[in-house]
Structure formats: structure tokens, C-alpha cells
């Protein structure tokens, strides 16, 4: 009898239902993720990507699968993935990215002195750190709740130029909000760096685990500790406008393997 119900719910599943999280999640462009079947082992195999550890979930509860982030500076063409004992290769395609142009009143945003290029340096590899921590709990979901309800106001990737001055493209997304919304855990997270930094202003790092990293900047007010471990849902703090911000708005980013990938994709809004 509960085999024959067994077989009724999977029959009841729609037919897009098995494969779903990797039809979801592959995006093999730079600035995007590639998933990889990794086979049906009994442990879950350990994977690394340029050296760098990766997350691997369990699909359909039988097949492993690495989740692997592609930085924007990668060169679209064939990539290795180093897992159980072999090489799995991969095509990465290519994306063209939108131009934005921005301009800032406040001169030292754009071209810092001296002294706040040595804070800059410092408060990145601190937020470079926290980014290549990488922790054993697999995430909660890796299809992800939106932190904030909100038109997004600046796509992932956008080369931005400063006062007509190229700098670093556009890492997450920015989602138009009044100031003093609260901002909520996309997924369950450990609290593993709080800061109030230079560019980004006050923010929360929150670990998913193994390597799936969100970053919440420009925040008002934080609303966690460090160390705290969230739930998904939990409200960590409140829309503000610090750091380089033009006016409040929430900008996010997601991390795997220490590359910085298109949140879009997990929110099931990725554009190619
Ligand atoms: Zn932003």
C-alpha cells in the first residue's frame, strides 16, 4: 500500500519536477554557475574549482551535484571541475553586460586618497576572508527568498563608470526600498563578518554554507551579532544608504567559491 502511494505522489509530480534545482541553477556564463553531475556515490564527493572547495547538494535525493560559481573575469570557453578523483569538463558561454553611468558628488568615491586606499585594501581582504571561509552544513534552500519586496533597480554585472571613470562592475543587485526596510535572510545563515566599510557601508555577511555566501551592504542599522545563527526569514537589519550609495536601496550579493554570481539566478529571474 505505501508503495503504491509512494507511486501515486511521483506520479502526481509535474514533469519539469525531476532535475529541476539544475535546469534552475545552470547558468554557465561568467558571472553565473555551472552544474555538475557529479554520479550517485554513497558519500558526497569533494569538488574544487581553480583550487577552490565548491558546494555539492544532493538532487532528487540520489544524484550529487556541484554547484559551482563562475567569476565575471573568467574566460568563456572549457573549464575543469576537480572532483572524486577526476576532471569534469564544462563549456562556459559568454554574456554581454549592460553600461551604467554614475555620478557621484563626493569626489573621494571615486579617486580616494591615500589614506582611505590603505582602508580600502584593509576592509577587502577582510571581506575577501569572509567570502573563502568555507563551512561543512549543506544551505537550507538553495533556491533563495528575496531579502527585500522591491523593483530591482541595477542589474548584476553592469560595467559602471564613476564620474566617467571605469571601476569594478556591478557584483550583485540593488532592489529599490525605502530606507528602513527590513532586510530578511534569504536562507538559514551563520553570521560570519559585520563591518561598516568604505564603499559599502554597514554590512552583514551570512554564511549558507559551504561557500554560498550572501552580502547585505549600505544598511542603516544591523539587527544581528556575530556568531548569531539566523533562520530563513530572520530579519538581520534595515535599508539605509551607507557607504558609496547614491539614496537607500538594498544591494546583494551571493558568493560561491569566492565568485561573485548573479543573485537573479537563485531567485529564479536570471535574464541571459
Ligand atoms: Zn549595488
Not at 574549482?49 to 532528487?60: A, R, T, W, Y
Not at 585594501?121 to 568555507?134: K, P
Not at 566617467?164 to 563578518?193: C, M, Q, S, W, Y
Not at 530579519?235 to 565568485?259: E, K, Q
Amino acid at each position: 500500500m505505501r508503495l503504491l502511494l509512494t507511486l501515486l505522489l511521483c506520479l502526481a509530480l509535474p514533469a519539469h519536477a525531476e532535475g529541476f534545482l539544475s535546469r534552475l541553477l545552470n547558468k554557465p556564463v561568467p558571472g553565473g554557475g555551472a552544474v555538475i553531475d557529479l554520479g550517485d556515490a554513497g558519500a558526497a564527493p569533494q569538488a574544487r574549482f581553480q583550487g577552490k572547495p565548491v558546494l555539492v547538494v544532493k538532487e532528487d535525493g540520489r544524484r550529487w551535484i556541484a554547484v559551482v560559481g563562475l567569476p565575471l573575469t573568467l574566460k568563456p570557453g572549457r573549464q575543469t571541475l576537480d572532483a572524486a578523483g577526476r576532471q569534469f569538463v564544462f563549456t562556459v558561454g559568454s554574456k554581454r553586460y549592460a553600461e551604467q553611468r554614475i555620478t557621484l558628488k563626493n569626489k573621494q568615491q571615486v579617486n580616494p586618497s591615500p589614506a582611505n586606499l590603505a582602508r580600502i585594501e584593509r576592509e577587502l581582504a577582510e571581506q575577501t576572508r569572509a567570502y573563502r571561509s568555507f563551512s561543512v552544513g549543506t544551505p537550507s534552500n538553495l533556491l533563495l527568498d528575496k531579502p527585500v519586496n522591491g523593483p530591482l533597480s541595477s542589474r548584476f554585472g553592469v560595467r559602471r563608470f564613476f564620474n566617467g571613470e571605469e571601476r569594478n562592475p556591478h557584483a550583485g543587485l540593488d532592489f529599490a526600498v525605502p530606507a528602513g526596510t527590513p532586510v530578511k535572510a534569504p536562507a538559514a545563515g551563520k553570521v560570519i563578518l559585520i563591518g561598516d566599510y568604505f564603499f559599502n557601508g554597514r554590512t552583514v555577511f551570512l554564511d549558507h554554507g559551504q561557500g554560498f555566501i550572501s552580502m547585505f551592504c549600505h544598511l542603516s542599522k544591523v539587527e544581528v551579532r556575530l556568531g548569531q545563527q539566523l533562520p530563513r526569514g530572520a530579519v538581520l537589519g534595515r535599508v539605509g544608504a551607507t557607504g558609496r550609495a547614491t539614496g537607500p536601496h538594498m544591494h546583494w550579493n551571493i558568493s560561491l567559491n569566492d565568485a561573485r554570481v548573479d543573485p537573479t539566478i537563485f531567485i529564479g529571474a536570471f535574464e541571459p
